[in-house]
């Protein structure tokens, strides 16, 4: 729950690294209107470093989703529908892409606009923080749960089956790559960040470190106990045949027959 003076503020080593994507979802309930302009979420420390922000207009609390460019500081879609209605939660989702050179807005699972960026248009992303719900300047009066923010542009039914509260994978891009089990010393560990989706792509190389660790002393085991009762057996018939070589007091021990 938040009022106008209410906010939660992450800061950005907090957040997921982002190259030259990124897009957040979450679920909104507007309390009241506001009679100036209301921040959703904004990351910047300043109120011109908007990559990525969504505000709602005065009275009507129409949203707006910017950013900023190399061309604008203050670029993105103008006005969404005719406005939120009051106590009546909407899923919302911004997805960037400066690659792809689009902004999309999607308002409960719908696609609702967007914004084109010029070929040679670059997208700003910035160090700042993340401030939800106020951005020390104004703040909406309301709800928000299930906020999310990925550092990749989320597709259509990507939004979609996180606005019907599905699981969304890790796309293969954004894992790290596993290192080959050949090149992995014995005693080293592979971690995840992020052990819900990446747990079954890095368990196995453990596995199979594990596995031949246990092969190779299994092995050695067995040669000792093997070695252990050649040694004894070769002594047993020495004894009864008296067979030594006599100029190196050693035992002769037959590598053939």
Known sequence: MLTANDSKIVQHNELPEVTNEVSITLRLNIISHDTKWA?????????????????????????????????????????????LLLNKWYHLAYTLSDSEKRLDFYLDGEWAGFHSIQPMEQVIFNAGPLYIGNDLYT????????????????????VTSDYLNKTISIPVSSVPPVTPVSSVPPTSSI???????????KSNPVAIIVGVGIGASLGSILIFVTGFYLIRSYKKRQKQNRAYDRTSDHQVLSSGK
């Open 139 to 158: 703040g909406i009066t309301g709800q928000i749960s299930n906020f999310r923010y990925f550092n990749w542009r989320l597709s259509a039914d990507e």
């Open 39 to 83: 921040c959703v979420f904004h990351k910047g420390g300043k109120i011109l470093v908007r990559t990525p922000s969504l505000w709602l207009s005065p009275t009507k609390s129409v949203p707006r989703a910017r950013f900023s460019s190399s061309y604008n500081l203050n670029v993105g879609i103008e006005d969404i529908g005719s406005g």
């Open 191 to 201: 971690t995840s960040s992020d052990q819900s989706n990446t747990k079954d792509t």
